[in-house]
């Protein structure tokens, strides 16, 4: 079945950076949809950055500007580049493969991302 393993959450200052990453088995990786949402106890998951239909991203306007969503196909790994945080930012992040917009298939257990 498919498995979505998150990695590179941790604790950072604002205005710092992260990276994070999401390494995916069982899965058609290079065709598929995939992106990353956050949820946390106060907000609804949330889809934030993404590849769509026809390899196209998108973006919350939120993160617009101060994340970018890559991927390496080779690697079966999805990145989320997360520049400029802001304590609003503080959440847990999962990778999720998408299926039609912010509809999500399967995703991984998450990594915990603290900004103060």
């Known amino acids: 079945h498919v498995q979505l393993v998150e990695s590179g959450g941790g604790s950072v200052q604002a205005g710092g950076s992260l990276r994070l990453s999401c390494v995916a088995s069982?899965?058609?990786?290079?065709?598929?949809?995939m992106g990353w949402f956050h949820q946390d106890l106060v907000k609804a998951r949330e889809g934030i950055a993404g590849?769509?239909?026809?390899?196209?991203?998108r973006y919350t306007e939120a993160v617009k500007g101060r994340f970018t969503v890559s991927r390496d196909n080779a690697k079966n790994t999805l990145y989320l580049q997360m520049n400029n945080l802001k304590t609003e930012d503080t959440a847990v992040y999962c990778c999720?493969?998408?299926?039609?917009?912010?509809?999500?298939?399967?995703w991984g257990q998450g990594t915990q991302v603290t900004v103060s």
């Open positions: 069982d899965y058609t990786f290079s065709s598929g949809c």
């Open positions: 999720a493969t998408l299926s039609g917009g912010w509809s999500f298939g399967y």
């Open positions: 590849f769509h239909s026809q390899g196209r991203t």
